[in-house]
């Protein structure tokens, strides 16, 4: 298990950006696969974007075009970049990982805390 660090949401505007970060710590040596995932209060949570150890980046259909993933290795580090959003885009972020080579083959089994992205019209 890892310890994972949100950082970067907060309140925007529809049609605008926003580059959500998370930073791993107590990391241990392996192959992982990491991605962000939201939920909304009630609503089940949504797999957003995944970036698996061998390369593999997979996106939500809802957010296919407007996000990218992206993961530095080195420095632990994984981004959200989000643009065009939506009011519907509106949730609660979590940063996630678990030790696989490729997305969809595990659940994540480590999480952070979550930061929130409200998007007002």
């Known amino acids: 298990h890892w310890t994972l660090e949100e950082s970067g949401g907060g309140s925007v505007e529809a049609g605008t950006s926003l580059t959500l970060s998370c930073l791993a710590t107590?990391?241990?040596?392996?192959?992982?696969?990491s991605g962000w995932s939201r939920q909304v209060a009630g609503k089940e949570r949504e797999d957003v974007a995944c970036?698996?150890?061998?390369?593999?980046?997979t996106y939500a259909d809802s957010v296919k075009g407007r996000v990218t993933i992206s993961r530095d290795v080195a420095k632990h580090t994984l981004t959200l970049q989000m643009n065009d959003l939506r009011p519907e885009d509106t949730a609660m972020y979590y940063c996630?990982?678990?030790?696989?080579?490729?997305?969809?083959?595990?659940?994540?089994?480590?999480w952070g805390r979550g930061t929130p992205v409200p998007v007002s019209s």
């Open positions: 970036v698996g150890a061998d390369g593999q980046v």
């Open positions: 107590q990391i241990t040596p392996g192959d992982y696969t």
């Open positions: 996630a990982a678990v030790r696989a080579r490729r997305c969809g083959t595990l659940p994540y089994n480590s």
